[in-house]
């Protein structure tokens, strides 16, 4: 399904993949503030790639190549931190 996502969407669902694992380590599983949260995490980090990515280059960079290189190693280091956790 992530793959079908990914092909539609681009590079950018990778903040739906990432961010609410991030969120769900900062703040633990309690979806009342986690929602929250993840909601204000992925417009973060969104806007903080979309100003990378207008700002690595003179001309402007896909906003999908900054969030597929921020987004694929922060997953994995999030599934590697909490792989004896059970939510994985």
């Known amino acids: 399904m992530v793959a079908v996502t990914v092909s539609v969407c681009g590079q950018i669902c990778w903040i739906g993949l990432v961010i609410p694992h991030m969120a769900r380590t900062m703040v633990g599983p309690n979806h009342e503030v986690m929602l929250p949260v993840t909601m204000l995490t992925g417009a973060l980090f969104l806007t903080l790639a979309d100003m990378l990515a207008r700002s690595l280059t003179t001309a402007e960079l896909p906003i999908s190549v900054v969030t597929?290189?921020?987004?694929?190693?922060?997953?994995?280091y999030l599934l590697y931190r909490n792989r004896a956790s059970g939510w994985l």
């Open 68 to 76: 597929a290189f921020i987004g694929a190693p922060l997953f994995a």
